[in-house]
């Protein structure tokens, strides 16, 4: 892992006047820019040659010769021929040379080696570096870990297969599609076992990835994914926000729920079995007699990254939960970075930050907001890693 102290000796060479924000150009760049943008910040978008349009055309940024800004929120689209490249020596220069702050999100992590972003991209990210791995189930200190330290509930694990005896949902990787999701839910070992050759025999999933899967019990109930924000900058106010909350398009389950009862009876093998690929996501609020429970469970999950993951997250992280009959919490996923919902909330914000910062205010304005406070301040160190 690259030295803290590195990063923040890195970041003191900067140009605080033009500090940029830079991304890779997928997951919640829109939001990330485009809350940029509103606080006077540049934004420089790292894209994959094929996929840029929607960065380099549609939603590039215009400006008048004084520099406001017109339409738009891309300032500076660098195409690679993969998102990868950023590591590459010349490209990290560069952004050390332009006083960038990169914004960690998901496709970063996802196309970048995670061992790559942790030991050799020497380019100061706003977050938390060291706690980007926990996302993985497969860590040994995977965010199941993190949450049990911190006393917090997720759904139950049953380790073998074939003590499965209610609604579970067995989580793995889709085989060919790399960075979805290859889950199917089962109520029995049989049904586990004729599910998952089904699933096999379609090259949805694979038997090697099948047997490191995590089973879970399945929590019946509405998801609720919480964006929160921790500011280590905050003196006088809570350190902790919650900025928004959102939910999943997931197909093609989606489709299915969307089906009569009989029309879903008469699907055949390979439609039979919904996916559970991410492909949009929409706003909601909450019960605010429940507001209580949500924030303690942030507070605990700040605490407990304080206590092994120093210095502890660092701006956005994202709840994801479900939601009981007897109306408990049960957190199944955990993003230690802005979450993957939030362009949900760009440009108009969300109930919830909106109301605490009496204007719109996104994860991705957030996160700016935050930028900018710390160059105000001279205190750029304090929210990098």
Same mark, same amino acid.
């Given at each position: 892992?690259?030295?803290?102290?590195?990063?923040?000796?890195?970041?003191?060479?900067?140009?605080?006047?033009?500090?940029?924000?830079?991304?890779?150009?997928?997951?919640?760049?829109?939001?990330?820019?485009?809350?940029?943008?509103?606080?006077?910040?540049?934004?420089?978008?790292?894209?994959?040659?094929?996929?840029?349009?929607?960065? +380099?055309?549609?939603?590039? @940024? /215009?400006?008048?010769?004084?520099?406001?800004? *017109?339409?738009?929120?891309?300032? &500076?689209?660098? $195409?690679?021929?993969?998102?990868?490249?950023?590591?590459?020596?010349?490209?990290?220069?560069?952004?050390?040379?332009?006083?960038?702050?990169?914004?960690?999100?998901?496709?970063?992590?996802?196309?970048?080696?995670?061992?790559?972003?942790?030991?050799?991209?020497?380019?100061?990210?706003?977050?938390?570096?060291?706690?980007?791995?926990?996302?993985?189930?497969?860590?040994?200190?995977?965010?199941y870990w993190l949450l049990e330290k911190a006393g917090l509930p997720f759904p139950e694990r049953i380790d073998d297969p074939t003590k499965i005896d209610e609604?579970?949902?067995?989580?793995?990787?889709?085989?060919?599609?790399?960075?979805?999701?290859?889950?199917?839910?089962?109520?029995?070992?049989?049904?586990?076992?004729?599910? +998952?050759?089904?699933?096999? @025999? /379609?090259?949805?999933?694979?038997?090697?990835? *099948?047997?490191?899967?995590?089973? &879970?019990?399945? $929590?019946?109930?509405?998801?609720?994914?919480?964006?929160?924000f921790y500011s280590p900058l905050e003196e006088e106010m809570s350190n902790v926000e919650l900025l928004g909350v959102d939910w999943r398009f997931e197909t093609?389950?989606?489709?299915?729920?969307?089906?009569?009862?009989?029309?879903?009876?008469?699907?055949?093998?390979?439609?039979?079995?919904?996916?559970?690929?991410?492909?949009?996501?929409?706003?909601?609020?909450?019960?605010?007699?429940?507001?209580?429970?949500?924030?303690?469970?942030?507070?605990?999950?700040?605490?407990?990254?304080?206590?092994?993951?120093?210095?502890?997250?660092?701006?956005?992280?994202?709840?994801?939960?479900?939601?009981?009959?007897?109306?408990?919490?049960?957190?199944?996923?955990?993003?230690?970075?802005?979450?993957?919902?939030?362009?949900?909330?760009?440009?108009?914000?969300?109930?919830?930050?909106?109301?605490?910062?009496?204007?719109?205010?996104?994860?991705?304005?957030?996160?700016?907001?935050?930028?900018?406070?710390?160059?105000?301040?001279?205190?750029?160190?304090?929210?990098?890693?």
């Open positions: 892992m690259i030295d803290r102290k590195a990063v923040q000796d890195i970041v003191k060479e900067y140009n605080y006047k033009d500090t940029k924000l830079g991304m890779i150009a997928s997951h919640s760049a829109l939001d990330t820019c485009d809350g940029a943008v509103e606080e006077g910040f540049r934004t420089v978008a790292f894209c994959q040659k094929g996929r840029d349009r929607t960065y +380099s055309h549609y939603f590039r @940024s /215009q400006r008048d010769t004084a520099g406001n800004l *017109l339409r738009g929120m891309v300032d &500076e689209p660098v $195409v690679l021929d993969r998102f990868r490249d950023v590591l590459e020596e010349k490209w990290q220069s560069w952004m050390r040379d332009n006083s960038l702050i990169m914004v960690p999100n998901r496709s970063f992590t996802s196309y970048v080696k995670m061992e790559e972003i942790e030991d050799d991209f020497h380019v100061p990210l706003i977050g938390s570096r060291n706690m980007l791995r926990s996302e993985e189930r497969e860590e040994q200190q995977s965010y609604l579970t949902i067995v989580k793995l990787h889709h085989k060919q599609k790399k960075l979805e999701r290859g889950f199917f839910t089962c109520s029995s070992y049989e049904e586990y076992q004729e599910r +998952s050759e089904k699933l096999i @025999s /379609q090259n949805v999933i694979d038997r090697e990835t *099948l047997g490191t899967a995590r089973i &879970e019990k399945y $929590v019946i109930g509405p998801v609720f994914n919480f964006d929160f093609s389950l989606d489709g299915h729920v969307r089906l009569p009862a009989p029309q879903q009876m008469t699907l055949n093998d390979k439609q039979m079995l919904p996916e559970y690929t991410v492909c949009g996501h929409n706003s909601a609020t909450l019960r605010e007699s429940l507001l209580e429970k949500v924030f303690d469970m942030a507070e605990k999950f700040v605490e407990a990254s304080k206590a092994h993951y120093d210095p502890g997250i660092i701006g956005p992280f994202c709840l994801q939960t479900c939601v009981d009959k007897d109306l408990n919490f049960y957190i199944y996923d955990v993003a230690p970075r802005i979450g993957g919902g939030t362009n949900v909330h760009m440009w108009v914000g969300h109930p919830y930050g909106n109301a605490l910062w009496r204007k719109p205010v996104s994860t991705g304005r957030r996160l700016a907001m935050e930028l900018r406070r710390a160059v105000d301040e001279e205190r750029l160190e304090d929210i990098v890693t």
